[in-house]
T-cell receptor, first 118, second 114 residues
Framework: AQTVTQSQPEMSVQEAETVTLSCTYD???????LFWYKQPPSRQMILVIR??????QNATENRFSVNFQKAAKSFSLKISDSQLGDAAMYFC???????????????FGQGTILTVHP | DADVTQTPRNRITKTGKRIMLECSQT?????MYWYRQDPGLGLRLIYY???????NKGEISDGYSVSRQAQAKFSLSLESAIPNQTALYFC?????????????FGSGTRLTVV
């Protein structure tokens, strides 16, 4: 079974600075999807960024980018120019490729609480 | 209106009571999921349904049951609630196949069992 590990229960950053959240995963599959979700105090789960494993290029969405290291099974999230509104719980998630009993199911990490200081 | 609606938003119930959490969606997705979120554990899959006639257990299904009443409705029941079922519960949907867009989540139901 796939596992996802976020080793940083809490992180903090100063407003306008850069922070990196770590995520590692374990899988025997070669093709899969990885996601970062943001959960603000409103509880809503918001998709931040996604990465297809077959793509070597790291995904970028505005101030959010990932460092995807397939061989190391690492998928970190970098937030640049941090804003107060970035404060939230962040979840890393893995999704299996087509086929097999795990098809389509998301497996989540434990989450990292990000605090942004003004 | 939200794409995925969960009711109730918050609920306090007593040990031993039966409780149902409801989820409805307007996305037209075939796949629906129930997760629970606990501090330090992330979200864990309880049950999932790929269509109305296809329901499957997730990793933590003990103590829970589900009903897929229609493509748009997927409810989660706790037959006899216990305190360690206190958690935040999420319903989610996805396309068939899921594509690259991950899931669409409801806003969660915070359940407290006293």
């Amino acid at each position: 079974a796939q596992t996802v590990t976020q080793s940083q229960p809490e992180m903090s950053v100063q407003e306008a600075e850069t922070v990196t959240l770590s995520c590692t995963y374990d899988t025997s599959e070669s093709d899969y999807y990885l996601f970062w979700y943001k959960q603000p105090p409103s509880r809503q789960m918001i998709l931040v960024i996604r990465q297809e494993a077959y793509k070597q290029q790291n995904a970028t969405e505005n101030r959010f980018s990932v460092n995807f290291q397939k061989a190391a099974k690492s998928f970190s999230l970098k937030i640049s120019d941090s804003q107060l509104g970035d404060a939230a719980m962040y979840f890393c998630a893995y999704r299996s490729p087509a086929g097999g009993t795990s098809y389509g199911k998301l497996t989540f990490g434990q989450g990292t609480i990000l605090t942004v200081h003004p | 209106d939200a794409d995925v609606t969960q009711t109730p938003r918050n609920r306090i119930t007593k040990t031993g009571k039966r409780i149902m959490l409801e989820c409805s969606q307007t996305k037209g997705h075939d796949r629906m999921y129930w997760y629970r979120q606990d501090p330090g554990l992330g979200l864990r899959l309880i049950y999932y349904s790929f269509d109305v006639k296809d329901i499957n257990k997730g990793e933590i299904s003990d103590g829970y049951s589900v009903s897929r009443q229609a493509q748009a409705k997927f409810s989660l029941s706790l037959e006899s609630a216990i305190p360690n079922q206190t958690a935040l519960y999420f319903c989610a949907t996805s396309e068939q196949p899921p594509g690259t867009h991950g899931y669409t989540f409801g806003s969660g139901t915070r359940l407290t069992v006293v």
